[in-house]
């Protein structure tokens, strides 16, 4: 089984940054893509940003310019840098990384718990 934890999120002012990052544990034998959701109350889960396991990204529009992810493979890791963040930023953010537990297995989808990102005066 693979567990995802996230960490990071909490209350910042507008304009201000925050700095998220969710591990993976258990039985992995490859991390393909990774990514970041988001789901503020009464809308769908909307993709933040993705990387792939090369490090190609892509970032919705809300995201580009302002938010960074990045991953650290040898960690199991990926990271969300939220910078100039806006009230409409604020929602549960949730990690996803698509593992592959052994090399001849499927590749399945792993979910973080989901981290509560306010952002208010």
């Known amino acids: 089984q693979v567990q995802l934890v996230e960490s990071g999120g909490g209350l910042v002012q507008p304009g201000g940054s925050l700095g998220l990052s969710c591990a993976a544990s258990?039985?992995?034998?490859?991390?393909?893509?990774m990514g970041w959701y988001r789901q503020a109350p009464g809308k769908e889960r909307e993709l933040v940003a993705s990387i792939t396991i090369n490090g190609g990204t892509n970032y919705a529009d809300s995201a580009k310019g302002r938010f960074t992810i990045s991953r650290d493979n040898a960690k199991n890791t990926v990271y969300l840098q939220m910078n100039s963040l806006k009230p409409e930023d604020t929602a549960v953010y949730y990690c996803?990384?698509?593992?592959?537990?052994?090399?001849?297995?499927?590749?399945?989808?792993?979910w973080g718990q989901g981290t509560q990102v306010t952002v208010s005066s």
């Open positions: 258990g039985t992995i034998f490859s991390i393909f893509d």
């Open positions: 996803n990384h698509q593992v592959k537990t052994r090399s001849w297995g499927p590749t399945s989808n792993y």
